[in-house]
Structure formats: structure tokens, C-alpha cells
């Protein structure tokens, strides 16, 4: 069984969600992508779209409006323009 990856999604009015989660794929600049676990390190900006964060099968959708994202060794940040969740 994979690892847990650490994801932070902020914006500039408060963090959405900091936690263990399997895998967050993300609308890049240069192309959507996903990030598991032990992923190599980048940072990218991000355009608008969505960001899918899978946990335990459960799947939490976040619209965001931008932003950069940093993959390190630590796990993924997202700092976002703007971010919402989207409703189930």
C-alpha cells in the first residue's frame, strides 16, 4: 500500500484543508498533474480549474483561481488566488 502524501491548501482567507491524504491532482500552467507520495519536488503556478484531493475512496473537489504549488519532500502546498470547495 502507497504512502500518505501531506496536503495544504490555502488561500489568501484561511486554509481550507492540512492533512494525510493519497493523492491531489492539480490544473498546472504547463498541464494538469497528479502528486502521490514520495513525488519528486517541483513548484509550479497553477491556473483556474479544479483540485481533486482522493482520500480513503472519498474524493473533496476545490475550484481554485490560480496560485503555485510546491511539492517537497515534506508533501504538497497549494497557495491559491482563490479557492472554494465545491459542493458534493
Given at each position: 500500500?502507497?504512502g500518505?502524501?501531506?496536503?495544504?491548501?490555502?488561500?489568501?482567507?484561511?486554509?481550507?484543508f492540512?492533512?494525510?491524504?493519497?493523492?491531489?491532482?492539480?490544473?498546472?500552467?504547463?498541464?494538469?498533474?497528479?502528486?502521490?507520495?514520495?513525488?519528486?519536488?517541483?513548484?509550479?503556478?497553477?491556473?483556474?480549474?479544479?483540485?481533486?484531493?482522493?482520500n480513503?475512496?472519498?474524493?473533496?473537489?476545490?475550484?481554485?483561481?490560480?496560485?503555485?504549488?510546491?511539492?517537497?519532500?515534506?508533501?504538497?502546498?497549494i497557495?491559491?488566488?482563490?479557492?472554494?470547495?465545491?459542493?458534493?
Amino acid at each position: 500500500m502507497a504512502g500518505k502524501l501531506h496536503f495544504s491548501l490555502v488561500s489568501p482567507e484561511r486554509e481550507l484543508f492540512s492533512g494525510q491524504v493519497d493523492q491531489v491532482d492539480a490544473p498546472g500552467a504547463e498541464g494538469d498533474f497528479g502528486v502521490l507520495a514520495d513525488h519528486a519536488p517541483f513548484m509550479t503556478t497553477l491556473k483556474e480549474g479544479r483540485v481533486k484531493v482522493y482520500n480513503g475512496g472519498a474524493v473533496t473537489t476545490y475550484v481554485i483561481q490560480g496560485g503555485f504549488a510546491d511539492v517537497t519532500p515534506d508533501g504538497l502546498t497549494i497557495l491559491a488566488e482563490q479557492a472554494e470547495e465545491v459542493a458534493a
